[in-house]
């Protein structure tokens, strides 16, 4: 079973530029998940891609979106990079929403930002 | 109401101690409570989970207690062994909600030898 893959593993961006992080979910899984883990923190809940189309969001702006291709492969997007958007980026996938579906995460994108 | 809490922020034990991590929640809509455990460099794994239908959870060494009337959920890892150093994130999620999980804001825990 391959689990949850994420590249690149580091990216230094300069403010103002774009990203576009990447993720291949775990064998079986169809649903895909981004969280945002700042430095000492818990993740915090990006959005949700479901049968390719967004099925939830956190309190994130627009300059972040994201695609999930027709493998459930997923890409996250930000634009206009902000000094504060440094953090790891972790991509999770699992079964969709019910019973015991928890989420598996990859070892994430640390994105730095100058 | 859609926090958790969680205490304390880091935790010391011997080899062969209990360690115990206390996490409290708000919205009562929640009903599943996972446990993951994070190494550096590392993405969070799993660890044990529970719904509130039962009040506990026991997976060989790790335990989760879970008091619903309190709104509050306890990791309690028996034996604690070096290798158990981590940080441990709990977290909250209630099914058909783009599994929008709200994660503590972590316990990072040292087990001496």
């Known amino acids: 079973e391959t689990g949850v893959t994420q590249s690149p593993t580091h990216l230094i961006k300069t403010r103002g530029q774009q990203v576009t992080l990447r993720c291949s979910s775990q064998?079986?899984?169809?649903?895909v998940s981004w969280y945002q883990q700042a430095l000492g923190q818990g993740p915090q809940f990006i959005f949700q891609y479901y049968r390719e189309e967004e099925n939830g969001r956190g309190n994130f702006p627009p300059r972040f979106s994201g695609l999930q291709f027709p493998n459930y492969s997923s890409e996250l997007n930000v634009n206009a990079l902000e000094l504060d958007d440094s953090a790891l980026y972790l991509c999770a996938s699992s079964t969709p929403a019910g019973q015991n579906s928890p989420l598996h995460f990859g070892n994430g994108t640390r994105l730095t930002v100058t | 109401q859609q926090q958790v809490k969680q205490s304390p922020q880091s935790l010391i034990v011997q080899k062969g101690g209990i360690s115990i991590i206390n996490c409290a929640y708000e919205n009562t809509a929640f009903d599943y409570f996972p446990w993951y455990q994070q190494f550096p460099g590392k993405g969070p794994a799993l660890l044990i989970a529970i719904r509130p239908d039962v009040s506990e959870k026991k997976e060989g060494r790790f335990t989760i207690s879970f008091n619903k009337s309190a709104k509050q959920f306890s990791l309690h890892i028996m034996d604690s062994q070096p290798g158990d150093s981590a940080t441990y994130f709990c977290a909250a999620t209630r099914d058909n909600y783009g599994q929008n999980f709200v994660f503590g804001p972590g316990t990072r825990l040292s087990v001496l030898p």
């Open positions: 064998s079986g899984h169809n649903t």
